[in-house]
């Protein structure tokens, strides 16, 4: 079965530095571009930006540049989204999901999803 | 980027169809083939119901289509079904390897 398994829910405080983790299995890990997807309480999806396994390629969206980072360690078939310094507003539902496929044209939608992680910040 | 302009709700009764508008700018929806929509139930993942503007991955019923015109995508559910009550998201590709969501649709089955 095809899935991607985020890590389980974080509380933190301001300041506080954070890694999530999303594990695929199923598939060949290092031929999909990886995606992170933020949901704020209440509010829509944000896309942030995709991570190609393979070479460690990175593409953030202009709003979350500089915000986080992405990485990946294929040995494990694990992608990581991380956070320097959390902020309140960083509360939200993060989503890792698998790029249907990419041919260099643009961006066809992601056909798989993990769990997501919860990520809450407050002092 | 701007996110897409969905309208905040739609609704209709069983069996009658249902079509939400996805509206962007010739920088994202109006100049790529590249438009999704995912249906997400609250709690759980967002599901991919279409992608590339109409065609549909295996498992998604043929009741969920999807088309584009201009800056405008649409997706348009026949046949409504209680199950189908769920938030709505496009997204677009915009270009530099990115893309945007659109600020999502609540659609109720009457």
């Known amino acids: 079965e095809v899935q991607l398994v985020q890590s389980g829910a974080e509380v933190k405080k301001p300041g506080e530095s954070l890694k999530i983790s999303c594990k695929g299995s199923?598939?060949?890990?290092?031929?999909?571009?990886i995606g992170w997807v933020r949901q704020m309480p209440g509010k829509g999806l944000e896309w942030m930006g995709i991570?190609?396994?393979?070479?460690?390629?990175?593409r953030y969206s202009p709003s979350f540049q500089g915000q986080v980072t992405m990485s990946v360690d294929k040995s494990i078939r694990t992608a990581y989204l991380q956070w320097s310094s959390l902020k309140a507003p960083d509360t939200a539902m993060y989503y890792c999901?698998?790029?249907?496929?990419?041919?260099?044209?643009?961006?066809?939608?992601?056909?798989?999803w993990g769990q997501g992680t919860m990520v809450t910040v407050s002092s | 980027q701007s996110a897409l302009t969905q309208p905040p709700s739609a609704s209709g009764s069983p069996g009658q169809s249902v079509t939400i508008s996805c509206t962007g700018t010739?920088?994202?929806?109006?100049?790529?083939?590249?438009v999704s929509w995912y249906q997400h139930h609250p709690g759980k993942a967002p599901k991919l119901m279409i992608y590339?503007?109409?065609k549909r991955p295996s498992g998604v019923p043929d009741r969920f289509s999807g088309s584009k015109s201009g800056n405008t995508a649409s997706l348009t559910v026949s046949g409504l079904q209680a199950e189908d009550e769920a938030d709505y998201y496009c997204?677009?590709?915009?270009?530099?390897?990115?893309?945007?969501f659109g600020g999502g649709t609540q659609l109720t089955v009457l």
């Open positions: 199923g598939y060949s890990f290092t031929s999909y571009w």
């Open positions: 590339d503007v109409s």
């Open positions: 991570m190609y396994p393979g070479d460690s390629k990175t």
């Open positions: 999901a698998r790029l249907l496929y990419y041919d260099g044209s643009g961006l066809p939608g992601f056909d798989i």
């Open positions: 997204s677009s590709y915009a270009g530099s390897n990115t893309a945007v």
């Open positions: 010739s920088s994202d929806v109006g100049g790529y083939n590249y």
